[in-house]
């Protein structure tokens, strides 16, 4: 069984920064995309920033030049360093997977539980 994990949600003031981290557990052959999303009360899940095997990152608008999103693919782990929070970033921030179990299994999309990073004074 796949899992991802994600660690680092947190209270924290506007203009702080933040890392939230996230490993892939269980058999997989390989991890094309690894990446975030968030979730704000309500409004729709929305991609914050993902990274391809090649390397490849897209953001989101909102967030290119405050985070930064990399990763590790031989530890199977993808990070989001967040810098100059605001209000409007506050959601449950979700990790992404775009992976195959074998060499043979298409790609198939894996999400974390979801951590919450809350910003406010």
């Known amino acids: 069984q796949v899992q991802l994990r994600e660690y680092g949600g947190d209270l924290v003031q506007p203009g702080g920064s933040l890392e939230l981290s996230c490993a892939a557990a269980?058999?997989?052959?390989?991890?094309?995309?690894m990446g975030w999303y968030r979730q704000a009360p309500g409004k729709q899940r929305e991609l914050v920033a993902t990274?391809?095997?090649?390397?490849?990152?897209e953001y989101a608008d909102s967030v290119r030049g405050r985070f930064t999103v990399s990763r590790d693919s031989a530890k199977r782990t993808v990070f989001l360093q967040m810098h100059a929070l605001n209000s409007e970033d506050t959601a449950v921030y979700y990790c992404y997977a775009l992976a195959q179990r074998t060499i043979v299994s298409p790609s198939v999309v894996y999400w974390g539980q979801g951590t919450q990073v809350t910003v406010s004074p």
């Open positions: 990274v391809d095997s090649d390397s490849r990152i």
């Open positions: 269980g058999l997989l052959f390989k991890i094309n995309v």
